[in-house]
Each structure stands twice: as structure tokens, then as C-alpha cells.
Nanobody, 115 residues
Framework: QVQLVESGGGLVQAGGSLRLSCTAT?????MGWHRQGPGKERELVAS???????YYADSVKGRFTISRDNAKNALYLQMNSLKPEDTAMYYC????????????WGQGTQVTVSA
């Protein structure tokens, strides 16, 4: 069982920046950030595996940067040029290499971007 704990959410004005952090209790193959905005379905924002391969949703490319520190079992999401539509609960998630879906989830951290 892997436990994930997020931190770093908050309220920021449009155009501002926030950095989310997630700490896992064990090293795991793939880690990612998902978000769910008001009235929206949950979506994968960005992910990175232990080899360093990354994925970004089109809506955040060029603005968000995902990174991980394998030595610390930590995952980060640097969010720049934030927009009101980025407002959502952000969840850290992780999965093992043999799994197709994310198995482990954090409790979420709220990001609110004001216009």
C-alpha cells in the first residue's frame, strides 16, 4: 500500500504561480497529477514515470511542469500563468508499472484562481 500526501494548493490571481508537492511512502513507477473542477470530470493533467518520461494535457502544456525526486519519493507540479479555468481540486496519484490505471490517490489539494 502506497500513501500519498499533497500540499501547496491555495488561492492565487490569474497569471500567478503555485507549486504543488506530493510525498509518497514508497517509490513507484508512475506518478501523476489529476484535477477535477466544478461540474467537470476528473482529468489527468500531467504524469511522469521513474525513467523521466512525461505527459501533459494540452490545456497545460507550456504552463505547467511536472517533476519528481526519486530519492525523496516526491512529486511536484509547478504551475505558471494560471487561469481561472485551472481552478480545481488537484490529486496526486500513482501506479505500478503493471497497472493501467492509477491505484493510489492522495486526499487532494484545492487550487483556486481568481480572475
Amino acid at each position: 500500500q502506497v500513501q500519498l500526501v499533497e500540499s501547496g494548493g491555495g488561492l492565487v490571481q490569474a497569471g500567478g504561480s503555485l507549486r504543488l508537492s506530493c510525498t509518497a511512502t514508497a517509490n513507484i513507477f508512475s506518478m501523476g497529477w489529476h484535477r477535477q473542477g466544478p461540474g467537470k470530470e476528473r482529468e489527468l493533467v500531467a504524469s511522469v514515470n521513474s525513467a523521466g518520461s512525461t505527459y501533459y494535457a494540452d490545456s497545460v502544456k507550456g504552463r505547467f511542469t511536472i517533476s519528481r525526486d526519486n530519492a525523496k519519493n516526491a512529486l511536484y507540479l509547478q504551475m505558471n500563468s494560471l487561469k481561472p479555468e485551472d481552478t480545481a481540486m488537484y490529486y496526486c496519484a500513482a501506479r505500478h508499472i503493471a497497472e493501467n490505471e492509477y491505484k493510489y490517490w492522495g486526499q487532494g489539494t484545492q487550487v483556486t484562481v481568481s480572475a
